[in-house]
């Protein structure tokens, strides 16, 4: 009779400790997902925590003022969870549209714009076989030939989606997947435990300077 009470007194203790645990897991992930961007030098930083707990930053880096914002896939069709990177140039540009072109799209991207614009164009010969062309507008030629002049973007295989637009540049990377063992066995989508590494971040904001200047100087 006295093995009861010893029981339920281990129990307990096992039922709080795990209870410590949890709580502070939880702050831990809190934490590293607030901070997620603090190692991305920016000048004029403002940064704020979004609603998926992710950081929001923007400041001037490069010369260039950019927005930084992680967006966390969990949608159950995918193969894996994603963490996606959005690199925004918001600077006013000479473009008469919108234009996405995206790399294997699904039409429900939480990220992107992409299935709401109306026209789709065939893509010629050097493009990736995977992407796919949609635009307010039906596509000039002036515009293909700028997407055709930056395409090697696409060269890194982490690039998702271009947006080129009156409003600005945008760049869509993956940033992390969920351990695929550990999502498998028990759903577990942990991302953003490591904070963003700027040598990640450095040729997409080199290629979003890169098309601002060449869209800039045919302009004239």
């Known amino acids: ?14 039922l709080a400790w795990l209870a410590l645990h949890l709580i502070a897991d939880d702050k831990a992930r809190r934490t590293a997902r607030a901070g997620w961007l603090d190692g991305i030098d920016l000048q004029e930083r403002r940064q704020a925590v979004a609603a998926t707990g992710f950081a929001r930053a923007s400041g ?8 930084l914002q992680a967006v966390p896939d969990t949608l159950t069709f995918r193969k894996l ?10 600077e006013p540009l000479p473009l008469r549209q919108r234009i996405n072109l995206m790399m294997r799209p699904t039409g429900i ?26 635009s307010e507008l039906p596509l000039t030629e002036t515009e293909g030939a700028l997407l055709a002049r930056h395409i090697a973007l696409f060269d890194d295989p982490r690039v998702k989606e ?6 600005g540049l945008r760049i869509t990377w993956l940033a992390e997947e969920a351990d695929r063992g550990r999502y498998l066995l028990f759903r577990e989508a942990e991302m953003g435990r ?5 040598q990640a971040l450095d040729p997409l904001v080199l290629a979003l300077r890169d098309m601002r200047e060449d869209i800039l100087r045919t302009a004239v």
């Open 109 to 134: 991207e939480p990220f992107s714009a992409f299935d709401r614009l109306p026209h789709q164009t065939a893509l010629t010969a050097g493009f990736p076989e995977d992407a796919a062309l949609r």
């Open 1 to 14: 009779m006295m093995m009861l009470p010893l029981m339920m007194v281990v129990l307990g203790a096992g």
């Open 81 to 90: 969870p994603a963490l996606w990177l959005l690199v925004t140039l918001p």
């Open 162 to 167: 271009l947006v080129i637009s009156p409003q």
């Open 60 to 67: 001037r880096r490069a010369g260039l003022t950019l927005d």
């Open 194 to 198: 490591n904070a963003l590494d700027p």
